[in-house]
């Protein structure tokens, strides 16, 4: 109730700017509140704050409050509050600069913690003086602190840990900011109190400490929120890449040629399977590397990077009134009969699919099962419609290649046009995006989940478009307020990260921080706060894995550094070298197996891959040749497989590139893997002979998803 009146008496005029600060000091005071209420009112006001500016999901996870400065009942309440995740720093520069002000104003009183009176529950220094200008420095062991959160969360309202170890009712002391000194006194507000003495009750006014507290809280808020919303404003393009994206190099874009350079080599050197990186940074690019054996003469694969894409088809629909974002799913689909029908799916709307709240039984496992299963269907939509609900629709994370699928059939539905057909004409011709390939069902409908196949600077310009909000050149192609929407957390996904439409927030990045996220290290990552786009392309690699090799590279984004042409000189080379193949290596001479299998067909028990046969062909040269018929495709997959080390390159799957290579690993035993290239996933075969037995075990490096098969030699 007190939260409430609270709600009403000042929150919306302190909003619409009716009210100041010195009024909402003057109603604290009047009106004092319990700490726990004071917390809940304060995060309440933080969203209210972030919504009202349109950056509510830019602030969760992004806002780092000062709570060094809270009582740990407050500081335990933020931390799991759903609002938005907060994590500790020293932000004594706010403070240093507010606390003058905020003392004049509301009247407080300061307090201080001398670091030589404390030990146990932290492991450092903690000083706050606000009354004298001065500021808070707050130093600590993490893994300390942490624990002592964890304390404080899993106790018992009423309980506090004591000195001892033990419990004690929270009355006895009354400022819940107590710490334990090294005599096992209690260290309470400016005087170190003895034990016996801490543990009687004792009346203390703390208006002056939650008034002082509250304020703290708020303008830290405010300030940042404030720097938040300017840092968005990205500076007006002064040309667009539509034909063409314009260079620069790093030194004048704040970076280090040379950082980049060992970056790039490092990265080829560690064997992460990476295939491009694209940094732009102010509209120009300054890295664009290519590493063997992908060269960026092809489209690749984005993998549930689609569902960025599809989920901005919805969004640009829904600007030109072609469905409601509210409307019920099973509205598009009229003429059908679907299973498991009941009242929690009839209130699946389109925005529940665009955010992955749709409640359908929807689990993530290895090699997407039921995505397996949706492709193998006769009727993928079919398929989809008739899955079993969880949940009501809304209130659970369920990340569902499914859910996105049905987004294709009903923009197919709504518009009249294919996904592909309808991007072409309202998202990728105004931006110059041409060469494209997105596969579809038996029945023609794109599929909505992933495949869809961009070369990396286009998809580049997809993060230039959401960076400038929406617009591209004099268009707004897709609305503001979508753009915005898609990057606000919808809902707490089920991992570190929030979820908005079709786009991923990351908690722990730069303020502002989000991504379209694929299998196996498909990216676009978009740092408005930097103006920079980072975009990859991968074979199977995270991107933790590259971020401490780029690191060192970024020196100031505020200002050029001077030029450096020698640096700029290494990093070319760095770029030429990891596009080459590696050196061949000498071949052995073929074993007696090699030539007793040579040109024979292995007959392949069923397996997940749908393989039927496979055969190899040796000749004494440095290549060999492969072939494997899969089930349901009328010609078998057939290539050269390099033996000395190098790929061979074949036409594969929609006739983009895949490489092979293999090597005997003993004499009975032969090793080679497949590249996708211009995909996500490189296959290992590993072919044990046993006579006419043959034991073939298969590892994809892309989601690490492996299986054996047992297969018969036949005569050829």
């Known amino acids: 109730m007190l939260v409430q009146l609270r709600r009403q008496c000042f929150l919306r005029p302190l909003l619409a700017g009716a009210i100041g600060l010195e009024d909402v000091c003057a109603f604290l005071q009047q009106a004092p509140c319990p700490l726990a209420d004071l917390a809940r009112m304060h995060l309440h006001l933080a969203c209210q704050l972030a919504q009202r500016l349109g950056l509510f999901g830019r602030l969760q996870g992004q806002l780092e409050l000062e709570l060094g400065a809270m009582p740990p009942a407050l500081l335990a309440h933020s931390l799991s509050s759903r609002c938005f995740a907060v994590r ?124 002082l507290l509250a304020l703290v809280v708020l303008f830290v808020l405010v300030v940042l929120l404030l720097r938040l919303r300017a840092a968005e404003q990205v500076a007006a393009p002064t040309y667009w890449p539509t034909t063409s994206w314009q260079s620069s190099t790093p030194e004048a874009q704040g970076l280090d040629s040379v950082k980049l350079a060992e970056g790039l080599l490092a990265m080829r050197e560690q064997g992460i399977d990476i295939h491009s990186l694209l940094l732009v940074r102010n509209g120009s690019v300054v890295v664009d590397a290519y590493f063997y054996p992908y060269d960026g003469s092809t489209v690749h694969d984005l993998a549930s990077e689609t569902k960025s894409i599809m989920t901005t088809l919805i969004g640009i629909a829904a600007d030109q009134g072609k469905l409601s974002l509210d409307a019920p799913m099973l509205s598009f689909f009229p003429d059908r009969t679907i299973a498991n029908r009941d009242a929690r799916k009839e209130r699946i709307t389109v925005r529940h699919l665009t955010s992955m709240s749709s409640g359908f039984d929807c689990t993530r496992a290895a090699n997407e099962p039921l995505t397996q299963e949706m ?4 009727d993928a939509v079919q398929f989809a419609l008739d899955r079993r609900m969880a949940s009501e629709p809304g209130t659970q994370f369920a990340y569902c290649n499914l859910g996105s699928h049905l987004l294709s059939a009903i923009l197919q539905q709504a518009t009249g046009m294919t996904a592909l057909d309808f991007a072409r004409q309202n998202l990728f011709e105004p931006l110059g995006i041409r060469d494209v390939m997105w596969p579809t069902d038996p029945q023609g409908v794109n599929r909505g989940w992933g495949d869809l196949h961009l070369h990396p600077r286009d998809m580049a310009k997809i993060g230039y478009l959401w960076l400038n909000k929406g617009r591209w050149e004099d268009k707004q192609v897709v609305s503001r307020e979508w753009v915005e929407n898609s990057v606000t957390a919808q809902i707490r996904s089920d991992g570190d990260d929030n979820y908005g439409y079709g786009w991923w927030l990351t908690m722990d990045g730069a303020p502002g921080e989000y991504r379209a996220d694929g299998r196996g290290g498909q990216y676009t990552i978009v740092l408005p706060t930097m ?45 030429t070298a990891i596009a080459q193949p590696p050196a061949a290596q000498p071949v052995a001479p073929l074993p007696e197996t090699a030539r007793a299998i040579s040109g024979k067909t292995i007959v392949l028990e069923p397996n997940p891959m749908q393989m039927e046969t496979m055969r190899l062909d040796f000749n004494d040269s440095a290549e060999a040749l492969w072939q494997i018929t899969l089930a349901g495709r009328p010609a078998p997959l057939t290539g050269p497989v390099g033996l000395d080390g190098v790929y061979r390159l074949s036409p594969g799957d929609y006739g983009l590139p895949g490489g092979a290579r293999g090597a005997w690993a003993d004499a009975h035993t032969f090793v080679f893997e497949y590249d996708e290239i211009a995909s996500i996933d490189v296959y290992t075969f590993r072919l044990r002979f046993e006579q006419s037995r043959v034991v073939i075990d298969v590892q994809s490096r892309g989601d690490g998803v492996g299986f054996s098969v047992t297969g018969r030699l036949q005569s050829s």
Do not use: W
């Open 88 to 211: 500790p720093f020293s932000a004594s520069h706010v403070v240093r600069f507010l606390g003058p002000i905020i003392v004049s104003r509301c009247r407080s009183q300061e307090l201080k913690r001398a670091p030589g009176q404390m030990t146990g529950i932290t492991a450092g220094t903690y000083h706050l003086g606000l009354g004298s200008g001065q500021g808070s420095q707050y130093s600590a062991n993490r893994k300390k602190r942490h624990r002592f959160l964890s304390a404080i969360a899993s106790h018992d309202p009423h309980t506090a840990p004591r000195c001892d170890g033990s419990d004690h009712p929270r009355e006895a002391v009354s400022l819940p900011h107590a710490l334990c000194t090294a005599d096992g006194s209690r260290h309470i507000g400016k005087g170190v109190v003895p034990m016996q003495e801490a543990m009687q009750p004792r009346k203390i006014d703390l208006r002056p400490l939650v008034v």
């Open 375 to 378: 492709l193998a269907a006769p």
């Open 531 to 575: 103006n920079l786009i980072v975009e990859t392309t991968g074979g199977g690699f995270e991107g933790d894995e590259i971020g401490p090799l780029l690191g060192p590279a970024v020196v100031d984004m505020q200002k050029p550094l001077p030029a450096n042409p020698a640096g700029v000189a290494r990093l070319n080379a760095a770029l």
